[in-house]
């Protein structure tokens, strides 16, 4: 009775709006779109649309919290819940403006539903917001996910999903100030080989990066299989190891490491074409195994004839929650990532 009723006062809501639609959206990080909805589990997962209204309403389902920006400025953040509700957003001023939706949680495990998008009566929906030029793919853990950001070293762990913010992550800032799309594929915990802890070692964020809804993987057997011809990024921003080689021993195999991560090089050579990659470190605790480890992945790749990659050691200002990047310090990432990754885009000069 309580579904029903809820759903009622949600059909009963979006009864009071005029035009609605998904068509007119530009949706950016993994997304799996049906006739119907969208659902999602990435972080910073954005949809853009062009809209003139007062008020818009948002049909959602999934434990979230979102980020609703008007012409690039933040307008309002507001949390779901995990049954389906309509989020309603009041004092537009009924002129155009590019309207941008942003998953600022991390969703890992579970996903998240966008069933649709709703402006008042007097409003409309102009054309879908044209692409960017501009592709670039992060694949990381909690350090990319922008994890406990705006936390401090002395807050409760519990509050993990209030401090999270993913749209002020390095790798949102580092997009957004290229005015590039983007997919963060990215899970707090998650190594390539070994997971922090040795938590769920069946699947680390190489088994999650197969799938589409990374997040509804584990729990759904015919999970659908992402296919990486969907996006073709010009660069690949790699960020990932610290759970290899951090937390409780044993640690990750060097070797196996190694291997992997190349394969991961290989398969993204294969489905992008031209692609460039920034190998990205940072020193861990407590052997400080990572940026060794990977200057070797780079070093051989160089060795081996390619020139596609470059390799970057960054220190990183761990002062939030968890001893986990700052916003600050992901403002400091994003500022020595962007010349690289600009040059890497061949977008200096445009």
């Known amino acids: 009775m309580r579904h029903k009723l809820i759903f009622a006062v949600a059909f009963a809501a979006l009864q009071a709006f005029g035009a609605s639609s998904m068509d007119n959206c530009l949706f950016n990080g993994r997304w799996e779109i049906s006739a119907d909805r969208a659902r999602t589990s990435a972080p910073a997962a954005t949809v853009q649309f062009n809209a003139s209204a007062t008020t818009l309403s948002f049909d959602l389902e999934g434990h979230s919290r979102w980020r609703l920006d008007v012409d690039g400025s933040p307008k309002e953040y507001f949390v779901t819940g995990e049954e389906r509700s309509v989020k309603v957003v009041k004092g537009l001023d009924g002129q155009r403006h590019r309207y941008r939706l942003i998953k600022v949680s991390e969703t890992n495990p579970g996903y998240v539903i966008l069933y649709k998008i709703s402006t008042d009566k007097a409003g409309k929906f102009f054309d879908k917001p044209a692409a960017s030029n501009r592709r670039i793919e992060f694949i990381g853990d909690s350090f990319t996910v922008g994890f406990g950001c705006e936390g401090g070293p002395g807050d409760s762990p519990d509050l993990e999903f209030e401090k999270t913010d993913a749209s002020k992550s390095y790798a949102f800032l580092l997009a957004d100030g290229l005015k590039a799309d983007f997919q963060v ?7 390539i080989v070994r997971n922090y802890a040795n938590i769920v070692p069946e699947w680390t964020l190489m088994d999650l990066y197969r799938y589409t809804v990374p997040g509804a993987a584990p729990a759904e057997p015919d999970a659908a299989v992402y296919d990486l011809a969907t996006f073709h990024p010009q660069v690949v921003v790699i960020f990932a190891g610290i759970n290899d080689f951090q937390g409780e021993p044993p640690y990750g195999d060097k070797a196996k490491f190694k291997k992997a991560y190349a394969d991961l090089l290989d398969r993204l050579r294969s489905a992008h074409p031209g692609v460039k990659f920034l190998l990205v470190s940072t020193k861990i605790w407590p052997n400080d195994d990572l940026t060794p480890t990977v200057k070797a992945i780079y070093d051989a790749q160089v060795a081996s004839g390619r020139s596609d990659l470059e390799f970057l050691a960054i220190q990183t200002e761990n002062t939030a929650l968890l001893g986990h990047p700052s916003v600050h310090s ?19 000069s445009r």
């Not at 594929?185 to 190594?191: D, E, I, L, V």
């Not at 400091?332 to 990532?337: Q, R, S, V």
């Not at 962007?338 to 200096?348: H, T």
């Open 330 to 348: 992901h403002q400091d990432m994003a500022n020595k990532m962007r010349p690289i990754v600009a040059r890497l885009g061949k977008w200096l």
């Open 185 to 191: 594929n990215a899970a707090s915990g998650r190594g």
